[in-house]
């Protein structure tokens, strides 16, 4: 179909392979390219995300692939350098905390021209990206942030709700989890325990699997996190809607369970010109299982990236101030 | 305050008087301009909501306010050619159904270049304004289609929710009113009735106010609303998000009780990627009142059309394509 837009995925975990499921049935996308940690798979013609999560589980890189694969070290910049993309979702995962940026450093000095869209979640990863917004710019490229649940749907969300009132008090985001198997996303559980009291993020991401295999067993596989750093809060300190210690992140996440031990949930509090409090709420279908609320608010924000990025608005936005658009 | 952006208010029913009232606390905003059927005021300093709101109850139209008010037959036009200002709220009444056009056809008419936001409700009526959009873009106009509660506000959250599915199968907004005394909304009530099983918006339109409350005793001040030709379809069809016929507007309007009979909400049904079908839900908090959720809505998109229209983009865009921005 003409005038697809040509997508890569970076990182091939949970999330850059629900991505690839995702994208499958679109229209108006294409899945071009993939890299991993080990290689990259790349195929103008269109990557079959099945194949691709066959081998990734089998030999763990999709630089295995018989037609398009790649073995590489840099398999990032290797890509770049030969895939003809409009844009990549950066389905990385959150650690080090460093890491997104050091990515998204890459395709600037690669002199890479396109869109860029990550689901980060920390405040502190996300001012990271947020300080490169002038370097985004001056390299002719869109880099959408916070465009996955929580930050991403959740916060839009909540930035349009906060226009009924003259006054914000508060935006509560309320998450439940609940995944089957938590091995199916590592990178994500070990970036929730990194909240959890009496650990940081160089700690968890220092824990063997047989580390947090005993750790959820004695919490049942459960994870109760309550004031989160979670960008939501400088995104809507960005958008000017309240003051970043107004907005609180928390949820639970069952590891062993793929039923959501409660509704997510967003709460938006606030003062109306009447003087009135009122609190409006935004609840997820239980059914929605956190790889749909991430990826495809990622590909809507894509989409959106690549309108932007093709009218020349080039620079850093965050999911709080443009609208996604709905990938057919 | 530099910079602050120059609004006009076009009707001075009750929506326009809520509007003015909301947008007295503002900084970034400045109330410059009223437009009534017999008359306008102009202040560049900026104009007095309640003084403008006092002297239209007491002689039915600002152009009596003593500093800036000024009698005309061609009120638009001459507030037009006289005032500067940035974007315009049309807090119009909705009838005739031709109305909302008619008056945009003034302004392109008159090569007057900013934004226009309007609150319109009904898909025929938005259908117009729709057809005239390169004429927009042609005047350097940047209209604002849409940009109420409903559509607006709903709408917005449903293009977001959407997001989270592969395919929507309804969007399902149920809308409760509670106004204490229907003479302050005259215009709207008649809309609404207008939805009614033997009214149409003609006949709504030609019934006297006593004629009004005669209907209104048979129902006990309730209006009950059933698919409701309502713009919210076309928007998300627009939108990409689902065709129109996948779209219902329904609610309760009760015209004798400021409390709403029901919690204002919109449904958002579809089937995810990996097949679950599930439905979010965004529901409004009983205290925020029609004024607050569709005036809010309104400035912010006012905002985001006035940031759209200073980068030189214009033409028509709808409250389901552009994130509104706060208002502080």
Known sequence: MQNQIKVGVLGFGG???????????????????IADRKGY?????????????????EKDSVGYLESGGVLSNNSIQDLLEKADV???FLALPNLPNTFMASVARQFIDAGWQGVLVDALKRTSAMEQVLAMGEDFKGAGMTYMAGCGATPGLLTAVAAIAAQSYAEIHSVTITFGVGIANWEAYRATIREDIAHLPGFDVEKARAMSDAEVEAFLDKTNG????????HADDIMLELGGICSRDRVTVGGIVDTRNAKKPLST???????????KTSTHTFTLGDETSMAANVC???FGYLKAGVSLHRQGLYGLFTAAEIMPQFVK
């Not at 459960?222 to 750093?229: A, D, K, Q, R």
């Not at 949930?265 to 003087?275: A, L, Q, Y």
């Open 265 to 275: 949930n967003v709460k938006v509090t606030g003062r109306t010109f009447e003087g």
């Open 41 to 57: 798979a790349y195929d103008p013609a269109g990557l079959d995300g099945d194949a691709c999560a066959k081998i990734y589980r």
């Open 15 to 33: 999330l850059g392979q629900a991505a690839a499921k995702v994208l499958a049935p679109k229209q108006e996308m294409k899945l071009v390219a």
């Open 222 to 229: 459960i994870l109760t996190l309550e004031n989160m750093e």
């Open 86 to 88: 409009d844009g990549y």
């Open 296 to 298: 495809g608010p990622a």
